[in-house]
């Protein structure tokens, strides 16, 4: 379930048009936000069935559930709902029945000539959302919103690049914890294997250099691979740290080489949050730099917690490999080989 992206744009004459870029289908077949997995809800088949009807077919069905949905929208102009417009939908043709599609709906209004704030709130059952307002042609803000949030009252004419940061900053960190438990696993990998602090180091320098590399080209599109092809190798990496971590007992400039390859596969994984939600032109490098720093201090707080629980205890114990490193590490290659198996089912 990918959060929503709500962007709000302001005219000169005071005008405003408010589009929606959201799954439509699961909106119609009433999947509830807690489940990351469609598969999981009891209403996947009323959703499967959906994602295979025509964009026409679509249209059609929305046109009925617009009124109801359109209610649930809490758009407020000094703390008074405005009255929206229903323009239309815009539904993608069918593509890859696998993947998620996307929809444009798009409503418009009129502000008060006077107007000093604006208020947003999406519904919690929808799930997260992104709400960017654009006021005259300029980004006035860009926050990632979770558990049905309510905006703080976003004074017109002004720019809030720090809210806007601080946002990229923390989709960053939940990128990590607790969504990105693909990227943990990685991580507690490469915590297993050395407990010392300075090999361990020099590996996670060298992974997170190559994943700001390949977050930051495929961002600025210099490069670009399908999240169907990447999300299995991502899965292939966790399975090969693992696998080192029972076969091997010595670490080498071979295990640095490893993970910076690997560092520029998950990267590539990051990248495609901050596609789906997009960048505004004017902070564009700021906000992916709050990203990855966000994404860092996830994966610190990844290590602290794993040196709390296992390495201050047990690292130097004559049974720390053959009872925690291996175990562990089984139970990690295992998860790894599972995900491999239901992503490149998907892929193929």
């Excluded at 990918?2 to 439509?24: H, M, R, S």
């Excluded at 046109?63 to 417009?85: C, E, M, R």
């Excluded at 990590?176 to 991580?187: A, K, T, Y």
């Excluded at 205890?313 to 990690?332: E, G, H, M, N, Q």
Aim: charged share 15%.
């Amino acid at each position: 379930m990918k959060p929503g992206v709500v962007q709000l744009t302001i005219q000169e004459n005071n005008e405003f048009i408010l589009t929606l870029k959201v799954n439509v289908e699961a909106l119609m077949a009433d999947i509830s936000a807690k489940h990351t997995d469609t598969d999981n809800s009891p209403r996947s088949a009323i959703y499967n069935k959906l994602r295979k009807s025509s964009a026409d077919t679509i249209q059609q069905k929305f046109n009925k559930f617009s009124a109801s949905y359109q209610k649930t929208l809490n758009l407020k102009a000094d703390n008074k709902k405005l009255s929206l417009n229903f323009d239309n939908i815009q539904v993608s043709p069918i593509d890859d029945v696998r993947l998620s599609r996307n929809s444009i709906i798009t409503y418009s209004g009129k502000l008060a000539q006077d107007t000093k704030h604006i208020t947003w709130q999406y519904p919690e059952k929808y799930g997260d959302n992104v709400f960017k307002l654009n006021q005259n042609g300029k980004p006035i803000a860009s926050l990632w919103l979770t558990n049905g949030e309510q905006t703080d009252m976003i004074i017109l004419q002004e720019q809030h690049t720090t809210n806007s940061l601080l946002n990229y900053l923390w989709l960053g960190f939940l990128h990590i914890l607790p969504r990105g438990l693909d990227h943990i696993l990685f991580i507690l990998g490469l915590f297993l294997f050395s407990t010392q602090l300075k090999p361990l180091l020099y590996q996670i320098s060298a992974f997170t250099l190559a994943h700001t590399i390949t977050l930051g080209l495929s961002v600025y599109g210099i490069i670009a691979l399908p999240s169907l092809w990447i999300e299995p190798l991502i899965a292939l990496s966790i399975v090969y740290i693992a696998l080192e971590n029972i076969l091997i007992r010595n670490i080498s400039n071979w295990r640095l080489l490893v993970v910076f390859c690997f560092g520029l596969l998950h990267g590539l994984g990051f990248a495609s949050v901050l596609s789906d939600i997009g960048l505004e032109k004017s902070q564009f490098l700021s906000s992916l730099l709050s990203f990855n720093i966000g994404v860092e201090l996830g994966q610190l707080v990844v290590i602290l917690l794993a040196y709390i629980l296992i390495g201050y205890w047990f690292k130097d114990k004559s049974w720390y490999r053959s009872r925690l490193v291996t175990p562990a590490s089984i139970i990690i290659a295992s998860i790894g080989l599972y995900w491999f198996y239901e992503r490149i089912i998907i892929a193929i």
